[in-house]
Each structure stands twice: as C-alpha cells, then as structure tokens.
C-alpha cells in the first residue's frame, strides 16, 4: 500500500526532469521575466548604455516592489542580478510596439518618461535609478509628453544638427540646468544623430511647438546672454547660443507675430531686407548686435518667406526698415566699427551706397553721432564653465579656438581678447598697421579660447601665458597644451596644440583664414595651462 506514493513521486520527478529538458531547448524569446530581451518587450538594464543584467516586461507594473523576495528583480547574467529594479534602472530597451510611461513613484504617479517604441538608451536625469512604475500607453498620438524624442504640440525642442535634424531632446517646462555628463544630465531622446549626448552647449537647432516665448541661455540657472525664441519658431539657435546654450525658460505669451527673430518685422524692431524696396526675406532685431557671423549655421539670417531667407546678413542687405524708437546706427565692420549710417526712427528704405550689402553690426543709441568701437569689451559676466575635470576643460578651450575658424576674420596685430576678436594696433615688428583690421593675433586667440572654454585667463601676451603653467617638452605635448615659440624670455608666437601632430593658430596668411588647423611645423615648448 506505500509502493504507490513512491511510485507517484517517482515519476513526478521524472517528469519534472524531463520538462526541465525541455525547457532548456524552448526559445528564450518564450515570455518575459527570463531576463531576455526580446520583441515585444520593454527592458530594464541596471547599468547605462544598456549593459548590466535585464528585467524584462511584457505590461504595465503599477510598483515595481523595493525588496526580495517580493520585488521584481534583475534576471538576467551581469552586473545587478538579482536586485530590485525599482530606484536601480539605468537605461531601456523599449522592444515593443507602444509608448511605455517611466514614472517616478509608484501607482503611475509623479514624474515620468515617456520612451517611444524602438527607444535604447539612457533613462532621463529624473528617472535615472528613480523608477517605481512603468505603463504601456498605446500608440495614439504617438509619444505623448516631454522627454520622449518626438517633438510634438506644446513642447520646445533642441535639435542636435542644424536645420531642425538630428536626434531631439524636448520639453514642457522650464531647466535652470542641464547637466554636463552622463548619466544625470538631460539628453537627447529621438533617434539621429546625437542620440544619447547631453544638450548642454550641444544644440544647434530648436523648434518652439509651445504657445510661449522660450528664452535659451548661455549659462545655467538662467544668466548671460540670452535668445527669445518665439512660439512656433523653428531654425538655428543664433552665433551666440549655437552649442553654447546652458538653460532655457518659458517666459509668457508673445504679441501677434512671434518677436524679435521670427521673419516678421514687428512695431519696436530693426529689420533687414534681402532686396531693395524693402521686399525678400526679414531679419529683425530689438537689441544691438556686434557680430552677424559670416556663415551658416552660426551666423544671424533671414527668417521670413522670401528671397534669401536662410542666407547670413552679413555684407548682404540692401534696405531696412526702422519700426523702433530709438535711432540705429549700422556699421560698415563688426562690433560698430568703420564707416556708419544713421537710420533714424520709422527710416523704411535703402541703405546707402557704402552700406549697401556692406553690413556687418548695428547699435541702438541714444546719442546724436554713432559710436565707434574697437572691438567686445567686459560684458560683466565671469568667463567659460570652470566645471568638470581637466580633460573636459581642454576639450571646451579647443573647441572655443576652433569655433573662430571659418568665420572671417583677418590676422590682426594687437587684434582679440577674452571676449572674442577686435581691432588691432600699430604697429607690429613688420611694421603693420592693423588699427583697421578685425580679428586675433597668435595670443588674442588663445587668450580667447582658455577664457571662454574654462574660465582661465591666460594673459593678453605670450610673455604672460608662461606663468600660467608648467614648462613640457616637445615630445611629451598633450592635447590642449600651449605650443611656444622661442626662448623663455623672448617668446613670439603661441598655438594650442590638438593632439595627432595638428595645431590651432591664428598666425600668417593674413587674410580671412587667418584662424586656421594646420600641421605643427615647429615650436621650442610647451606650457600646460593650470586649470
């Protein structure tokens, strides 16, 4: 009579046994919660970059649980196997064909994330290992909220590439700082080109789908200079916040036609005409502006419909319209320098004969003769982001230096300062005199760069520059390393080298390639700059 039970038990563990045969030859994409992931699916990874163990999911989990055994854990191999993964997620594989919803608390509630279909990558700066639930939302309306990747009705949005291209990075709300790393910082979401980078000092395009004036700053916490982006703009962040932009705010509602920058030249503003007769594409401003830059995607343009729209102004209009107050002076060189024209309050005509496609800065002033300029001066505000550790300041110093080439400017003896390039002196060793001329000398540009990149200043002259670091040899130059020539007391040019036997320069032709990349050809040391 017990022969029975063991003869049961027997054969339930071969059974068991034999299913367990089986299920090693069952495909993993079989269901979730094998720690696979497979289509149709949305996936956890414990760590960025979709690395780490996973736990997968094939529908919404309103609390994700805090502790074993109860919690829904990682499943698979790697780094956090068998932790909770809620608060513990670093980045998401979305393998299904919905939107699923990352929240930050449980029950779908507080912050969320929305990650379209397709979606691998970092989770957001808010969601970043602050996850308690996620719901599968369907497809209607495609991605519905900010931090989805998807620009869509109501949202301001940065884009990656110029011409509203690349990967995109959007929102609702205002950020007073975008972070400058991953995995915390706000990054972009869409699919393209720059997918999973950070958008601090890295956009180049923006389109504002809010019904609000979006203002883009140079700095956090909303400081330095500024652009208004009116709602329902969409083009090129201006030569100032072209992947300089740091913070942004929604600052309220805007009059009938969208401001200054939108193509429309409104009551309070100066405006551009590409054509005579005041016809073809607009270019309007409220405030003064010292440099237009001479090429896209950096440089102001025409906005409005018509012939020449997306061309730079510069050395390109052909008549104006004044619908400000004030009288506005335009200059024949940037930053209200050379030969000028006084285009008094409600002026709508050609510019005249030497300004005629001859334009290149304009002032508002308040004063009966137009004010001549050298060059930028202390706007009042403290110098580059000093965050970050050393290679990251080298890498922003080299990327100020190489942003002044292509634009224009002429070598300049004297020429250039933290702020960027001016008028020169008279007169060099060769006897120039460059009182005239626009642009940087050897040490303007790299005291510029180092100012700008990481809030160093480096001294106006290469004789300064030698104190500001430490003596290397030629052989032993790193990237972002100053390049001098000649003796320790009689040095008389400077670069900053690049890594790979190239340099940055602003040295001879004197002309508008002054600024220029070329191979080191030749140096005596090399000064690595304290920051």
């Not at 497979?38 to 970059?49: A, K, L, P, R, V």
């Not at 916040?241 to 009059?255: D, R």
């Not at 965050?387 to 300041?393: E, L, T, V, W």
Request: proline share 2%; hydrophobic share 30%; charged share 15%.
């Amino acid at each position: 009579m017990r022969r029975a039970p063991a003869l049961l038990a027997v054969i339930a563990l071969m059974a068991s046994m034999l299913a367990a045969v089986v299920g090693v030859a069952a495909p993993a994409s079989a269901a979730a919660r094998d720690g696979s992931c497979d289509s149709g699916e949305f996936c956890y990874y414990y760590n960025s970059d979709n690395a780490g163990s996973v736990s997968d999911f094939a529908g919404s989990i309103s609390d994700l649980g805090a502790t074993q055994p109860s919690c829904y854990d990682f499943k698979s191999s790697g780094g956090g196997q068998g932790e909770c993964v809620k608060n513990n997620a670093a980045s998401v594989w979305n393998r299904s064909g919905e939107t699923v919803r990352v929240y930050f608390n449980t029950a779908f509630g507080g912050i969320y994330q929305n990650i379209g279909a397709g979606y691998k990558g970092q989770l957001s700066a808010d969601l970043y290992n602050n996850n308690a639930s996620h719901q599968f939302v369907g497809t209607a309306g495609t991605d519905t909220g900010a931090r989805s990747g998807t620009c869509e009705t109501g949202e301001f949005c940065y884009y990656y590439n110029s011409g509203n291209t690349g990967s995109i990075s959007d929102f609702t709300e205002s950020a007073g700082s975008y972070g400058d790393a991953q995995p915390v910082c706000y990054d972009y979401k869409g699919a393209g080109a720059g997918q999973g980078e950070c958008i601090k000092n890295n956009a180049a395009s923006v389109w504002n789908r809010s019904s609000k004036t979006v203002r883009v700053y140079f700095n956090s916490n909303y400081g330095g200079s500024y652009q208004d982006v009116a709602a329902g703009f969409k083009g090129q962040l201006n030569s100032t916040l072209y992947n300089n932009n740091a913070s942004h705010q929604f600052v309220g509602a805007t009059a009938p036609g969208g401001g200054s920058r939108s193509g429309t030249c409104e009551t309070g503003e100066l405006c551009y005409y590409y054509n005579s007769g005041n016809t073809g594409s607009i270019s309007d401003f409220t405030d003064s502006e010292g440099d237009y830059g001479a090429t896209q995607p950096s440089c102001f343009d025409y906005k409005g419909a018509g012939a020449g729209q997306g061309e730079c102004i510069k050395n390109n209009a052909a008549s104006v319209w004044n619908r400000s107050s004030k009288t506005v002076c335009i200059y024949f060189n940037s930053y209200y320098g050379g030969s000028s024209q006084k285009v008094a309050a409600g002026f709508k005509g050609q510019l005249n004969s030497t300004l005629y496609n001859n334009n290149a800065s304009h002032k508002f002033i308040t004063t009966a003769d137009c004010p001549v300029s050298s060059g930028p001066v202390d706007p009042g505000e403290p110098g580059g982001d000093t965050s970050g550790d050393y290679a990251q300041k080298v890498e922003r110093v080299i990327q100020a230096a190489l942003a002044q080439t292509g634009q224009g400017y002429t070598y300049s003896w004297g020429g250039g300062n933290k702020y960027g390039p001016t008028y020169g002196v008279c007169c060099s060793p060769g006897g120039y005199d460059d009182r005239n001329r626009f642009g940087f000398d050897c040490s303007g540009l790299t005291q510029y760069a180092f100012w700008q990149g990481a809030g160093v200043d480096i001294g106006t002259y290469t004789g300064a520059h030698l104190s500001k670091g430490t003596k290397v040899s030629m052989s032993n130059l790193q990237r972002g390393d100053l390049i001098m020539w000649g003796g320790w007391s009689s040095t008389y040019h400077v670069a900053i080298y690049l890594g790979n036997g190239k340099m940055v320069e602003a040295s001879s032709p004197r002309t508008s390639t002054s600024v220029h990349v070329t191979n080191v050809y030749g140096g005596d040391f090399g000064i690595r700059v304290n920051m």
